[in-house]
């Protein structure tokens, strides 16, 4: 069963910090690219993080330098720790292959940072 889980979001202030989790099960996921992928309210969903199998990672401009993502393939799960966070990183924020064909898309979790 292909399945996405996101958590670790939550309220933060500008300058914070948070790690976001997301637990992933389904073989198209187990030996592809991952991503992390935001949409804000009115706004388009857009990739911000992907990391390969082997750990190779890429970045959005608008997060590189503050946002990692890594990877535990043992656990099935990526991560996105989010530092120096922003207002305009409020969005909610889902995972997914980093490329199609994409699974079916989880609930998300939402990430507000107040000014």
């Known amino acids: 069963q292909v399945q996405l889980v996101e958590s670790g979001g939550g309220l933060v202030q500008a300058g914070g910090s948070l790690r976001l989790a997301c637990a992933f099960s389904?073989?198209?996921?187990?030996?592809?690219?991952m991503g992390w992928y935001r949409q804000a309210p009115g706004k388009q969903r857009e990739r911000v993080a992907a990391?390969?199998?082997?750990?190779?990672?890429n970045y959005a401009d608008s997060v590189k330098g503050r946002f990692t993502i890594s990877r535990d393939n043992a656990k099935n799960t990526v991560y996105l720790q989010m530092n120096s966070l922003k207002p305009e990183d409020t969005a909610v924020y889902y995972c997914?292959?980093?490329?199609?064909?994409?699974?079916?898309w989880g609930q998300g979790t939402q990430v507000t940072v107040s000014s």
């Open positions: 997914n292959a980093a490329t199609p064909p994409f699974g079916p």
């Open positions: 389904g073989s198209i996921f187990k030996l592809g690219a």
């Open positions: 990391i390969a199998s082997g750990g190779s990672t």
